[in-house]
T-cell receptor
Framework: DGGITQSPKYLFRKEGQNVTLSCEQNLNHDAMYWYRQDPGQGLRLIYYSQIVNDFQKGDIAEGYSVSREKKESFPLTVTSAQKNPTAFYLC????????????FGQGTRLTVV | AQSVTQLGSHVSVSEGALVLLRCNYSSSVPPYLFWYVQYPNQGLQLLLKYTTGATLVKGINGFEAEFKKSETSFHLTKPSAHMSDAAEYFCAVRFSYGGSQGNLIFGKGTKLSVKP
């Protein structure tokens, strides 16, 4: 079945460590997105990519980095520079053009311990 | 600035009662409009979307929404709530112009509780 896979589901990180969240899609979508979700704040855009080897900062990119070496994959690294990384992270993708909706993965819950 | 507002962070209804979740956007040009549902610790699932054409849009699980250009609104309704409708609901818009072209902008969400 086509879809978006995020891994791991739960992730624990010590302060000062970098950690990478995986996002893979087999929907052949051009655009991919990373969102951060905190209670009562909705979803905030971290980074997005519309084509391989190109990506753009969203509203809250500080302390995060991404890569888009393959169309199917858009990993997110949470660096030690991110001051408050504990959150629920959602990856999404959609085809470009038209009035298409975004499809979401099941999310990764990151906790800093 | 382009934005979307959901009125009420929490809504509580009785089972069988009408569900009404409100969403307004700020733009002189109608955007593409979406409603998503999220169950605890899961991703978002599309309920319905408005792009062009008929202003009353039907979605999954008995939900529907009406686009009202004059009110810049896209409220979500369901005639009779079920216990399984308890979840968080997000309104989202996508504008075809401006700095956020092509990106979804989300409201802050409304948590729906359904009382037996």
């Amino acid at each position: 079945d086509g879809g978006i896979t995020q891994s791991p589901k739960y992730l624990f990180r010590k302060e000062g460590q970098n950690v990478t969240l995986s996002c893979e899609q087999n929907l052949n979508h051009d655009a991919m997105y990373w969102y951060r979700q905190d209670p009562g704040q909705g979803l905030r855009l971290i980074y997005y990519s519309q084509i391989v080897n190109d990506f753009q900062k969203g509203d809250i990119a500080e302390g995060y980095s991404v890569s888009r070496e393959k169309k199917e994959s858009f990993p997110l690294t949470v660096t030690s520079a991110q001051k408050n990384p504990t959150a629920f992270y959602l990856c999404a993708s959609r085809p470009l053009g038209g009035n298409t909706e975004a499809f979401f993965g099941q999310g990764t819950r990151l906790t800093v311990v | 600035a382009q934005s979307v507002t959901q009125l009420g962070s929490h809504v509580s209804v009785s089972e069988g009662a009408l569900v009404l979740l409100r969403c307004n956007y700020s733009s002189s040009v109608p955007p593409y409009l979406f409603w998503y549902v999220q169950y605890p610790n899961q991703g978002l699932q599309l309920l319905l979307k408005y792009t062009t054409g008929a202003t009353l849009v039907k979605g999954i699980n008995g939900f529907e929404a009406e686009f009202k250009k004059s009110e810049t609104s896209f409220h979500l309704t369901k005639p009779s709530a079920h216990m399984s409708d308890a979840a968080e609901y997000f309104c989202a818009v996508r504008f075809s112009y401006g700095g956020s072209q092509g990106n979804l902008i989300f409201g802050k969400g409304t948590k729906l509780s359904v009382k037996p």
